[in-house]
């Protein structure tokens, strides 16, 4: 979806769009059809324009920033937020939520981010195109996964340590061993938005209005559709009971859905675009990214209601994708 509407060369983009998004899409732009409405800034972020460009091109208003509320339990972490406006990975405080530091060093565009059992912290680069690998409180990446790769905008890691990208342009989610530069897989279902695996290995994509299973994991690329539709699909994440988390853009929701996925179970918070979607380790918090309306929203799993809403320059933020709080891996 985030290129449906989105011209290709980021110059002609820009000329365009200043004269006329009209003339843009019938004449740059791919996919050649006529939208109905104004595509979300969360297809433009995700487009290859440089973040120097994104402030000239919101198209809509941040809601109010909310006061965070402190919430007290043993184990947060800082929260890592990927911020495509600042070209950077922003860390929050826990509880208090402070902007405490930032990471530069290796990042260029980026989009989907997710933390390991181990703490180690993944980011995705569709600008640099690649994912980069930190140790816990690292500041520079010690390694990085590129090989095969055209458009990287999410990832997760399995509990052996297994790396998985979803790779919108190339149409594809792919497979690494932990520190290897080598695709171990790759299976090609369309322009996957989110990827996530479950307990027993299984992967799970989403693409455009679809979500898909790969049992087993990735060899022999047998995908079985799930019986869900979406509006647009975003990024997704997965809990201890393997209950699914996605992000529906145009839907304006984050769907959770549970075995045997063949329906929407229950929604987290709703009305806004949701970017990406994490989960933390004991799964009492979920934090949903929304780039239209540049803020991250820290969400009570069990309830579906919005604990903070973090956004402005209080929290160092300019157009947040992820963010993603200690290991959230449910394995």
């Known amino acids: 979806m985030r290129h449906r509407y989105i011209c290709r060369d980021v110059n002609a983009f820009v000329g365009v769009f200043v004269m006329t998004a009209a003339a843009c899409v019938l ?22 324009l440089a973040p120097a460009l994104l402030s000239h091109v ?14 007290r339990y043993k184990g ?6 990927s911020d495509i406006g600042n070209d950077d990975v922003v860390l929050l405080k826990n509880k208090s939520y402070a902007d405490v530091d930032t990471l530069t060093n290796g990042i260029y565009g980026p989009d989907g981010a997710f933390i390991d059992r181990h703490g180690n912290f993944y980011v995705a680069n569709f600008e640099d195109v690649n994912i980069v690998e930190y140790a816990p409180h690292g500041t520079k990446p010690k390694f990085t996964y590129s090989a095969g790769m055209t458009d990287p905008v999410d990832v997760t890691v399995d509990g052996h340590g297994n790396v ?5 342009l190339g149409g594809f989610v792919a497979e690494y061993a932990q520190k290897s530069n080598t695709q171990l897989y790759q299976c090609s279902p369309g322009e996957v938005e989110g990827v996530a695996v479950d307990q027993s290995g299984d992967v799970f994509v989403d693409f455009g209005s679809s979500i898909v299973e790969y049992t087993g994991g990735l060899s022999g690329c047998t995908a079985t559709p799930l019986g869900v539709t979406l509006e647009s699909a975003g990024g997704m994440a997965i809990d ?12 304006q929701a984050v769907d959770v859905i549970a075995p045997p996925y063949t329906s929407v179970t229950r929604v987290l918070q709703s009305g806004y675009a949701p970017f990406h979607v994490t989960i933390n380790k004991d799964n009492r918090l979920a934090f949903v ?28 933020l300019s157009d ?7 290991p959230n891996d449910a394995h």
Do not use: W
């Not at 006529?34 to 297809?43: A, F, G, I, V, W």
């Not at 919101?58 to 919430?71: E, T, W």
């Not at 947060?76 to 937020?81: A, F, K, S």
């Open 27 to 48: 004449a740059a732009c791919s996919g050649g059809a006529t939208p109905s409405q104004s595509p979300p800034l969360s297809e433009i972020a995700r487009s290859g």
């Open 58 to 71: 919101h198209l809509g208003s941040a809601r109010a920033k909310v006061k965070p509320q402190r919430i």
């Open 76 to 81: 947060l972490r800082d929260l890592y937020v």
């Open 164 to 168: 998985y990208e979803a790779d919108y």
């Open 240 to 251: 201890r009971h393997d209950n699914l988390l996605v992000c529906d853009q145009l839907g």
């Open 289 to 316: 990214a929304s780039v239209d309306e540049a803020a991250v929203y820290v969400v009570d799993y069990a309830t579906g209601g919005a604990l903070a809403t973090l956004a402005g320059k209080a929290y160092g």
């Open 320 to 326: 947040p994708v992820a963010a993603v709080y200690g």
